[in-house]
């Protein structure tokens, strides 16, 4: 036996299947809604923690500095001891005392020696100290800044995937009305025959 399919089966099929798709769309929709959502989230954070880095690392270089400004000030007040002590040697020995005059010449050589060090330290103590921390945490920004903008794409990607979720649902529903249309169309051309 062969038997017809109706309008109406084929319509309430047609429907229900539309249906389908439109909650398979709309299931696709929420997880790409949620996709994107998780992407922005995950950038504002990326971006905070690039300006978190970014603050470390000038604390790191205004550390560095202060450090390296600290052992050059301390090295200057050494060559400025060192100075006195080889006046008051100077003084002392042509004072006659010899005593005097060495103990302060030897006092103004371990300065000297002392402050023309610290200075000398200052330089490496400030790239120690201050421009290594500095440039770590300027790599770490970057860093950051890379995976803020991998999230930017992934909430560009699911907004895309959204829209067009949006418009395949439009077009389904589109084709469900037409449908519907020929069916009343049809049922319509029935009746009028009657």
């Known amino acids: 036996m062969i ?3 109706s309008t109406s089966s084929a319509t309430s099929f047609a429907s229900e299947l539309a249906a389908l798709l439109i909650e398979n769309e709309t299931s696709q929709a929420d997880a790409d809604s949620a996709a994107r959502d998780a992407a922005r989230t995950a950038f504002l954070h990326d971006a905070q923690q690039q300006v978190n880095a970014l603050h470390a690392a000038a604390d790191a270089t205004e550390t560095g500095a202060l450090f390296s400004g600290a052992l050059t000030v301390a090295g200057g007040a050494c060559e400025v001891g060192a100075s006195i002590s080889k006046f008051d040697a100077d003084s002392a020995s042509l004072a006659g005392d010899k005593v005097s005059a060495a103990s302060d010449a030897e006092t103004a050589s371990i300065l000297q020696s002392l402050g023309q060090t610290s200075s000398q330290f200052a330089g490496p103590a ?4 201050g421009d290594a921390a500095a440039d770590d945490d300027r790599a770490q920004a970057k860093q950051f800044e890379t995976l803020a903008e991998q999230a930017k794409w ?4 699911a907004s895309t995937e959204l829209d067009h979720a949006d418009k395949l649902g439009d077009k389904i529903l589109d084709i469900v009305q037409s449908l519907q249309q020929a069916q009343a169309a049809a049922t319509n051309a029935v ?3 009657i």
């Open 126 to 129: 400030k790239a120690i100290v």
């Open 154 to 157: 992934q909430a560009g990607d």
């Open 191 to 193: 009746i009028g025959r």
């Open 3 to 5: 038997q017809a399919i």
